[in-house]
Every structure is written in structure tokens, then in C-alpha cells.
T-cell receptor, first 114, second 116 residues
């Protein structure tokens, strides 16, 4: 496999459920990202991990909990979500913070909260 | 203030014609990178082209070229010979090397419709 792989592609859950989104990158990158994309809003950066350490946390509610066990895997643990959390969640990776390095994105997980 | 502005929510272009998608940016960092991404309806974000703030030549990648006007802080994407498969959302983005950390700032996007 190559690139950035996200699972599941679609997820429907109730507000009291607990679920996890998974992201795996096969590009040898050392930085990984979670973004939220809601309708008619720009991409919102949620978390950044560099070398398995969290380096960015953009005031994301605690019901979202990221985990980065190694440089190839990134998880987003979800619990007690709200309807406004329904969105497309995109994972990305890049080679460090070099300004000329693009981020490579996965296909996203489309999350619907009932 | 918005750092990336894409003023065209939607654009139509006839197949085989060229189209320009506008992007203006705002930064005080002297070193930055500008990117364009394509997002088809399936959801994945596809990197298209990159322009560095110190690059003197406009970037080109196949049918994509970036019209970089540094003094005007604009980085417009030009797609030549449009194809039906070019119908998608297009996002302009910026990374500020000295002040931005790991952040990439995205614009609101432009939806491009290619007509047969």
C-alpha cells in the first residue's frame, strides 16, 4: 500500500457511542495531522503530531482525543459527540515542517452523528 | 483577517478551455509556501502544485500553472485545456515557514464545473 489510508470511510454513530478513526501513512513522513471539514467552512486544523509528539492542538473539545503510537499511525478517539461534529475528517502527513513540503491526504472519514 | 482568500465560490468553464482560479494571501513572513489542492466529490485532497515565496519562476505541473504575483500577494491557479474530470473543489493554501509552525492555512475553496 502507498499513500495515506483512512478507515472507516463512513461512520454513523449516536451521541453516546465511542468510536475511533484510524489513519496510516506509508510515505515515511514524520508529521501527521487531523483536519475537520464542515460544509461551507475552510478546513480546520485539529491536531498535529511530529515525531509522535503533539505539537499543535487548536482548541479542540476534549470529546476528541488523538493518539499517535508511532510515526506511521494516527488515531482520533471519539466519545460523546454532538450533532455539530458531523463532518468529513481528513488525515494528512508531511515531511516535517519544511515550507515546501505538501501535505498528503487520505480519503477522509465521513462522520454522521445521530 | 483571513490569510487566504478565494473570492470565487463557483466557476464554470467549457471543456478544452483554460480557466483561472483566484487566490490572494496575507502574511508578514518573508518565507512561505503556496499550494493548490483538488478535492473531487469523493473527498480525497490531491496536491496539485507548489510555489515558494523565493521562486522567481511561476510553477508548472502538466496542465496546471501558478500565476504568482508576489507584490500583489496573489497565487492564481491556471488550468489549461479543461477536462470533465477537473470538476471538483479547489483549495489554495499557505505555510508560513518562520511563523506558522506546522500549520497549513486553507482558503474556503472554489468549486469548478467543467461543461461538455
Amino acid at each position: 500500500e502507498t499513500g495515506v489510508t483512512q478507515t472507516p470511510r463512513h461512520l454513523v454513530m449516536g451521541m453516546t457511542n465511542k468510536k475511533s478513526l484510524k489513519c496510516e501513512q506509508h510515505l515515511g513522513h514524520n508529521a501527521m495531522y487531523w483536519y475537520k471539514q464542515s460544509a461551507k467552512k475552510p478546513l480546520e486544523l485539529m491536531f498535529v503530531y511530529s515525531l509522535e509528539e503533539r505539537v499543535e492542538n487548536n482548541s479542540v473539545p476534549s470529546r476528541f482525543s488523538p493518539e499517535c503510537p508511532n510515526s506511521s499511525h494516527l488515531f482520533l478517539h471519539l466519545h460523546t459527540l454532538q450533532p455539530e461534529d458531523s463532518a468529513l475528517y481528513l488525515c494528512a502527513s508531511s515531511q516535517g515542517r519544511q515550507g515546501n513540503q505538501p501535505q498528503h491526504f487520505g480519503d477522509g472519514t465521513r462522520l454522521s452523528i445521530l | 483577517a483571513q490569510k487566504i482568500t478565494q473570492t470565487q465560490p463557483g466557476m464554470f468553464v467549457q471543456e478544452k478551455e483554460a480557466v483561472t482560479l483566484d487566490c490572494t494571501y496575507d502574511t508578514s513572513d518573508q518565507s512561505y509556501g503556496l499550494f493548490w489542492y483538488k478535492q473531487p466529490s469523493s473527498g480525497e485532497m490531491i496536491f496539485l502544485i507548489y510555489q515558494g515565496s523565493y521562486d522567481e519562476q511561476n510553477a508548472t505541473e502538466g496542465r496546471y500553472s501558478l500565476n504568482f504575483q508576489k507584490a500583489r500577494k496573489s497565487a492564481n491557479l491556471v488550468i489549461s485545456a479543461s477536462q470533465l474530470g477537473d470538476s471538483a473543489m479547489y483549495f489554495c493554501a499557505m505555510r508560513e515557514v518562520n511563523t506558522g509552525g506546522f500549520k497549513t492555512i486553507f482558503g474556503a475553496g472554489t468549486r469548478l464545473f467543467v461543461k461538455a
